[in-house]
């Protein structure tokens, strides 16, 4: 089992920044994907980027200039790093991690955190 654990989330005025994180903790093998996808209100689950285990990338194109993926040292934290934010970023941010068990691989998510973009 695998437990997630995120933080960051909150209320911040167009143009401001925050960082959200995300720690995974349990039995695995070895993670192999981190990242974060988002859900506005009446609308589906999309994502917002992601990041290997080997340190490749990958953006939503509205994160792409404003929003920096990344891990701590040890792989086992995913950080997302969002600047200039609009009120269209407004979504509770859901973390999303693929772990190698023995036998397979398994996701997992985190219960979410609300980032409101308002003035």
């Known amino acids: 089992q695998v437990q997630l654990v995120e933080s960051g989330g909150g209320l911040v005025q167009p143009g401001g920044s925050l960082t959200l994180s995300c720690a995974a903790s349990g039995s695995f093998f070895y993670i192999r994907t981190m990242g974060w996808y988002r859900q506005a209100p009446g609308k589906q689950r999309e994502l917002v980027a992601t990041i290997t285990n080997g340190g490749n990338s990958d953006y939503a194109d509205s994160a792409k200039g404003r929003f920096t993926i990344s891990t701590d040292g040890a792989g086992n934290t995913v950080y997302l790093e969002m600047n200039s934010l609009k009120p269209e970023d407004t979504a509770v941010y859901y973390c999303?991690?693929?772990?190698?068990?023995?036998?397979?691989?398994?996701?997992?998510w985190g219960k979410g955190t609300l980032v409101t973009v308002s003035s």
């Open positions: 999303n991690v693929a772990v190698k068990h023995i036998t397979a691989t398994q996701t997992y």
